[in-house]
């Protein structure tokens, strides 16, 4: 069962969510909040896999939730799942520094919406790549002209090509295409990397691949 906690400062949307969620066998609502506070407090208290965060929110927006979430070592195992509008907010590049684990624009389809809980879920991939991928290009504009590549020094040759395609946004399938590997060795790596960096899940390491050079701005499939 995937637990799930809805933080947002729209009754509607959540209701909407809730309902949504309830019709799945393996999804389970544990809680609602309104403000960035009772986001905090819920998450703490019923320790969920993945939490819905709006980052418009009174009393401690969404972004403030998501850096105190993240940074509490009990809740390790919480993915935080970011909702934007559209036009995406400026400052939700800082989220993904603190370890957001994906992002989702509020009108996304609802077979969407249950797909991505259960992926961040697994930690097995990005998720709205499109999004994602706007916001780590996003997030790339900001980094210093020097890459620092300090972080691949605990790396094999061989993990290096695979967190460069991470940092395209490549699924372990794509990744053991490109490398002539199997899904499951792909798999592997990808898991290696994690533990060798300290990352949460495959946003950090797409992150990483962009503070790093192994992927530039303005990358292109």
């Known amino acids: 069962m995937i637990t799930v906690a809805i933080a947002d400062d729209q009754q509607l949307i959540r209701a909407g969510f ?53 940074s509490d070592a009990r809740l390790a195992r919480t993915h935080v799942v970011i909702l934007t509008t559209f036009e995406l907010d400026d400052y939700v590049s800082r989220a ?11 009108d996304t ?11 961040v879920a697994s930690g097995d991939a990005l998720l709205s790549p499109s999004v994602t991928r706007r916001l780590l290009e996003r997030v790339a504009a900001d980094l210093r002209d020097a890459p620092d590549e300090s972080p691949l020094e605990g790396l094999t040759e061989r993990e290096r090509d695979v967190l460069g395609l991470v940092g ?14 199997s899904p499951l060795t792909a798999k592997t790596h990808v898991s290696r990397i994690m533990s060798k960096l300290g ?22 499939e």
Request: net charge negative; no cysteine.
């Open 109 to 119: 389809e609802p077979v969407e919406l249950i797909r991505a809980i259960r992926v």
């Open 18 to 70: 809730r309902s949504l969620l309830a019709a799945e066998p393996d999804l389970e609502v544990v809680g609602e909040a309104a403000t960035g506070t009772e986001a905090v407090a819920l998450v703490t208290r019923t320790v969920p896999d993945v939490v819905l965060m709006d980052i418009r929110m009174p009393d401690g927006d969404g972004l403030w939730a998501t850096e105190r979430i993240i």
């Open 199 to 220: 990352a949460r899940d495959r946003v950090q390491l797409v992150v990483v691949a962009y503070e790093t050079g192994l992927v530039r701005p303005g990358w292109r």
């Open 168 to 181: 395209q946004g490549r699924t372990n399938a794509e990744i053991a295409q490109a490398l002539f590997l």
């Open 96 to 106: 993904i520094r603190a370890g957001a684990s994906g992002f989702l624009v509020k």
